[in-house]
């Protein structure tokens, strides 16, 4: 079977060149401790925590509102439930809540970024949030990534973290992204969402679906493997 994830090193990607391996990885035993925690359940994750648009303090998000949801499946393609879902993103003018990001953009005060969910009985997921911009990185002249969102899902520890990205239908920017183009062309369009229609509410929010699929076949790219 071909993989559908990007190789750890790929060259039009500069900062992989830094980072990547340049031996075979080895494969270490994980201890119980690795293996059994921490218990990521139910508790800690409030309803609130799929709403990126509110704060909490009664201000809300500016930009194009939008709902993503999608249902989290495995090989077989059965529903994966309890699955911690996390996201966070650029705003809506292409930038990131942190100290690093210097791109000269105005921040959103009502807007942090970063939401949570727990996927239900059907392996479901749903958030509200806006479409992020488009953003300048520096990895080549006139490099801008495409607007997309960051994905993180965990089971029930954190050697069992897998992160991707979803980018939106027909991007202009597709073309120029080396991120983009570090995943094998035959599973690129797994990573973008599709424009929902049924999803969308009248007057308030454009919907988008993105599905999960954790490993197999039709597995989603992920940043790590």
Known sequence: MTSPHPPLLSPGYKSTVLRAPLQAPILLPGSLSELTGPALGEGPVASGDADLTLDGKGGEAQGQR??????????????????????????????????????????????????????????????????????????????????????????????????????????????????????PEFARDRLVAGFDLGATIDSWALGFRFDIVLSGDSATPWETK
């Open 66 to 183: 939008i709902i993503v949801h999608g249902q989290v499946r495995d090989a077989a393609g059965r529903p994966v439930r309890d699955q911690l879902v996390e996201v966070w993103q650029a705003n809506a003018a292409g930038r990131y809540l942190h100290k690093w990001d210097r791109h000269d953009a105005p921040l959103d005060p009502h807007f942090t970024g970063v939401g949570r969910a727990l996927t239900d009985d059907e392996g479901r997921y749903r958030f509200v949030t806006v479409k992020p911009g488009a953003y300048p990185w520096g990895n080549h002249p006139n490099a801008w990534r495409p607007a997309h969102i960051h994905f993180s899902l965990f089971g029930r520890a954190f050697t069992q973290r897998l992160v991707t990205q979803m980018y939106f239908p027909d991007d202009p920017l597709f073309a120029f992204d080396p991120i983009y183009h570090s995943v």
